[in-house]
């Protein structure tokens, strides 16, 4: 069975650029999250997406929003970007999106911020 | 703000041995506990979870929690050099059961 798939693997953007990042979840999981991971710490939560609806948001700016589509896939869009941005995003797949999740995670994608 | 402390490490452990690794948590209402392992510029991989007081073992793995001290840790017996990874804690909430908190990691190096 495939497993999360993420792209782009690597991108390379400037200073206020815009970014999209894309997710497929496993087949049969209806929840998605989406994390940053800062070189040396933990994933940081940022949204969760249920059935198309957002579940959960994280302490994040509103220059990053998401969305899942009917088939469960999502996508991370990030505005204005920020050096500080520069992490490694990470997706997760859940067989539902209520307590006690199981959360297998897809290869991320490194985003540097130039 | 829920608080997901672990050592950052290194912990060196001898190939063979138990290595111990910790993690304690801010939020009594925390219902479920993973602990994922991350190889060096990978992904986390979910190694178990846990979410009743006691001990829970799977392979070489135990998990431990304890609820009443606010602490969750992992036991690896027989340690590999293949285990040398950073390990992250992470929990779930009552409140925020659809927010998974993660710790900063602990580094393992198994040494041969």
Not at chain 1, 31 to 56: A, C, D, H, N, T
Not at chain 2, 8 to 14: A, N
Not at chain 2, 30 to 54: A, D, V
Not at chain 2, 73 to 102: G, H, M, W
Request: glycine share 8%.
């Amino acid at each position: 069975d495939a497993g999360v798939t993420q792209s782009p693997t690597h991108l390379i953007k400037t200073r206020g650029q815009h970014v999209t990042l894309r997710c497929s979840p496993i087949s049969g999981h209806k929840s998605v999250s989406w994390y940053q991971q800062v070189l040396g710490q933990g994933p940081q939560f940022i949204f969760q997406y249920y059935e198309k609806e957002e579940r959960g948001r994280g302490n994040f700016p509103d220059r990053f929003s998401a969305r899942q589509f009917p088939n469960y896939s999502s996508e991370l869009n990030v505005n204005a970007l920020l050096l500080g941005d520069s992490a490694l995003y990470l997706c997760a797949s859940s067989w539902t999106g209520v307590s006690y999740n199981e959360q297998f995670f897809g290869p991320g994608t490194r985003l540097t911020v130039l | 703000q829920k608080e997901v402390e672990q050592n950052s490490g290194p912990l060196s452990v001898p190939e063979g041995a138990i290595a111990s690794l910790n993690c304690t948590y801010s939020d009594r209402g925390s219902q479920s506990f993973f602990w994922y392992r991350q190889y060096s510029g990978k992904s986390p991989e979910l190694i178990m979870f846990i979410y009743s007081n006691g001990d829970k073992e799977d392979g070489r793995f135990t998990a431990q929690l304890n609820k009443a001290s606010q602490y969750v840790s992992l036991l690896i017996r027989d340690s590999q050099p293949s285990d040398s990874a950073t390990y992250l804690c992470a929990v779930i909430t009552e409140e925020d059961f659809n927010k998974f908190y993660f710790g900063s990691g602990t580094k393992l190096n198994v040494k041969p």
